[in-house]
C-alpha cells in the first residue's frame, strides 16, 4: 500500500466534476457522457446510520479489493471497471493523490432495483430467520442445524435496495422475477452463485471463509448485464478467518461487526447522528480490512 493509503479523506469534494449522489461510503460523480467517477471515502456505517469518525485508508483498501475481483472474474461476467486514468477526468486537479487509490472511473449503467445477496453459512439475519422459522427467506433447512454452520448449498436471497438510513428487505425469487422477468431472473440468481463460488474458494485457499455477499448488477446500452458497485469487500460480505471458525459461536471477521459490537455497549439508539469512535477502535478497524485485503491479493 502506498503512504496516500493510510491517509483519512472523510469525504470528497472535486469542484471540476458534477457530483450525482454522495453514499455511505461512496462519491459518485459525473465523468462524461458514458463514466462516472466513483471515490470510495474512509466513512463507515454501522445499523444503517454514517459515523462521523472515519477509518484510515479504509477507503483505498475498498477500492483495490473491488478492483481485484473485478479483473478475477472477468471470466464468469463483465464489470463496468474502465482502465482510464484518474488524469483523464479531472486533469490537473490539484489534490488529486489522496483521491488516486481510492478511485475508480466505471461506464455507466442501469442499476438493478435489488440486490443479489448470497449465503454460504448460516450467520447474521440468516440465523435469526432461520431460529423462527427453520428457514432463510422461504429456503427450507434441515433442522438442528448450528450458527455460523456451511448450509448444504449457496442460497441466493435477494432484498430490495433501501433509501439511505432505511433498512432492506428480502424478497422472494418470485418477487424478483416479477420486477425484471423469470428467465433474467434465473440468469442473476446463477452467476451471483458462480462469483461466490469462484471467490469462496479462492479466499478459503487463503485463510478467509466468506460466510455471505451480496452483488450488485446493472444493464449496459445494449440489455447486457453488468457488475457493477463493489465486489466481495469486506463491506459487502462477511469474511472469517479460517483459523478461529467454530460452528455454534458467531466466529471474529474482518469487516465492521468490531464497530458493531464496539456500539452494542454504548447507550445509543442506534439512529442518526451516530457516535464519535474512539481512535484505537478505529486504528483496529483499519488494520482489519487491511489484513483482508493483504490475504486475498496473496499469491
Given at each position: 500500500m502506498t503512504a496516500h493509503d493510510t491517509a483519512v479523506l472523510y469525504q470528497s469534494d472535486i469542484d471540476t466534476l458534477e457530483l450525482?449522489?454522495?453514499g455511505k461510503v461512496r462519491d459518485i460523480y459525473d465523468a462524461g457522457v458514458h463514466d462516472l467517477l466513483i471515490v470510495?471515502?474512509?466513512r463507515l456505517s454501522a445499523f444503517d446510520v454514517v459515523l462521523p469518525?472515519?477509518?484510515p485508508g479504509k477507503g483505498a483498501v475498498l477500492?483495490?479489493?473491488s478492483n481485484f475481483w473485478f479483473k478475477k472474474t472477468e471470466h464468469?461476467?463483465?464489470n463496468h471497471l474502465l482502465d482510464i486514468p484518474l488524469e483523464n477526468v479531472i486533469g490537473t486537479y490539484p489534490h488529486i493523490e489522496p483521491l488516486r487509490p481510492r478511485s475508480a472511473v466505471v461506464r455507466k449503467v442501469k442499476p438493478l432495483p435489488v440486490e443479489a445477496i448470497v449465503r454460504g453459512y448460516l450467520a447474521g439475519s440468516g440465523w435469526k430467520d432461520y431460529q423462527e422459522t427453520?428457514?432463510?427467506c422461504g429456503h427450507k433447512l434441515p433442522i438442528h442445524m448450528e450458527q455460523a454452520g456451511k448450509l448444504p448449498e449457496p442460497l441466493f436471497t435477494p432484498s430490495t435496495k433501501a433509501e439511505s438510513g432505511e433498512h432492506d428487505v428480502n424478497i422472494t425469487m418470485e418477487a424478483f422475477a416479477e420486477q425484471v422477468g423469470e428467465a433474467f431472473a434465473e440468469k442473476v440468481r446463477h452467476i451471483s452463485i458462480e462469483l461466490y463460488q469462484f471467490a469462496a474458494k479462492h479466499a478459503r485457499e487463503r485463510g478467509i471463509i466468506i460466510a455471505d455477499?451480496?452483488?450488485e448488477f446493472g444493464l449496459d446500452a445494449t440489455g447486457d448485464l453488468v457488475l457493477i458497485d463493489e465486489v466481495l469487500t469486506p463491506d459487502s460480505s462477511r469474511f472469517w478467518p479460517v483459523d478461529q471458525y467454530h460452528i455454534g459461536t458467531s466466529p471474529p471477521s474482518f469487516d465492521k461487526q468490531f464497530v458493531r459490537d464496539y456500539l452494542e455497549t454504548l447507550d445509543w439508539d442506534k439512529t442518526a447522528p451516530g457516535p464519535e469512535l474512539p481512535q484505537d477502535i478505529a486504528d483496529q478497524?483499519?488494520?482489519k480490512y487491511r489484513e483482508a485485503l493483504q490475504r486475498l491479493t496473496a499469491n
Open positions: 450525482i449522489g454522495r470510495t471515502c474512509d469518525t472515519a477509518i477500492n483495490q479489493i464468469i461476467i463483465q427453520g428457514a432463510i455477499t451480496k452483488f478497524t483499519a488494520d
